[in-house]
């Protein structure tokens, strides 16, 4: 069965390095989503993405943040300056087409020090 | 504003006995409605959807979710619950039309006593 994968599934960086989290989708899936977790609360929308540029971001989603596809197969969150509020799981997600569920990656745990 | 209300932090139930874990959301027109499960240390599973038509639907590992308009509510139910569906569960909308942002309420912690 196709499935979301996701890269590093933890990754601990000091706090104003760059992370790039790593997400390759559903092969012939045409939209693409990051959402984080910070433990103990609410799953929050951060970005989708489609046809190689942003469609919808949330308020989270200020300058410190970037997505790109940088080839057919990868869909990548980088973060330029790591905060210690942005520790949180990042979810990887991705759709068929604009309204059919969204498949989830298992995550990627970012711990800033 | 838009909202999705999980009222349920946590719920405890016996083995084999059955679940209803509550779910209502706050949007001016119908949404489509998702549950997804959520297994320590793992990512996001759907477990069932709701786009349009029977407001009873079926999902994965024996759950169902009835969505009812006028309550503006998708309870999802089992009807006897194995130790291995503890875990969280999250209700989660989307607005047709906006594509498939997903906006998810707090989530429900099941624990199952045997």
């Known amino acids: 069965e196709p499935e979301v994968t996701q890269t590093p599934s933890h990754q601990v960086t000091q706090m104003g390095q760059e992370v790039i989290l790593r997400c390759v989708p559903i092969s012939n899936h045409l939209y693409f989503y990051w959402y984080r977790q910070i433990l103990g609360q609410k799953v929050e929308f951060l970005v989708s993405f489609y046809n190689n540029e942003i469609s919808e971001k949330s308020e989270i989603f200020d300058d410190q943040f970037s997505v790109e596809r940088p080839d057919g197969s990868n869909f990548t969150l980088k973060i330029r300056s790591t905060k210690l509020e942005d520790s949180a799981m990042y979810f990887c997600?991705?759709?068929?087409?604009?309204?059919?569920?969204?498949?989830f990656g298992q995550g990627t745990r970012l711990t800033v020090v | 504003a838009q909202s999705v209300t999980q009222p349920d932090i946590h719920i405890t139930v016996s083995e084999g006995a059955s679940l209803e874990l509550r779910c209502n959301y706050s949007?001016?027109?119908?949404?489509?409605l998702f549950w997804y499960v959520q297994s320590p240390g793992q990512g996001l599973q759907l477990l069932l959807k709701?786009?349009?038509?029977?407001?009873l639907v079926q999902g994965i590992k024996g759950f169902e979710a009835e969505f009812k308009r006028s309550q503006s509510s998708f309870n999802l139910r089992k009807p006897s619950v194995h130790w291995s569906d503890a875990a969280e569960y999250f209700c989660?909308?989307?607005?047709?039309?906006?594509?498939?942002?997903?906006?998810f309420g707090a989530g429900t912690i099941l624990r199952v006593k045997s």
């Open positions: 997600a991705s759709t068929k087409n604009m309204n059919t569920e969204a498949f």
């Open positions: 709701y786009f349009s038509g029977d407001t």
């Open positions: 989660a909308v989307a607005l047709a039309l906006r594509g498939n942002k997903l906006v």
């Open positions: 949007y001016g027109a119908t949404p489509y």
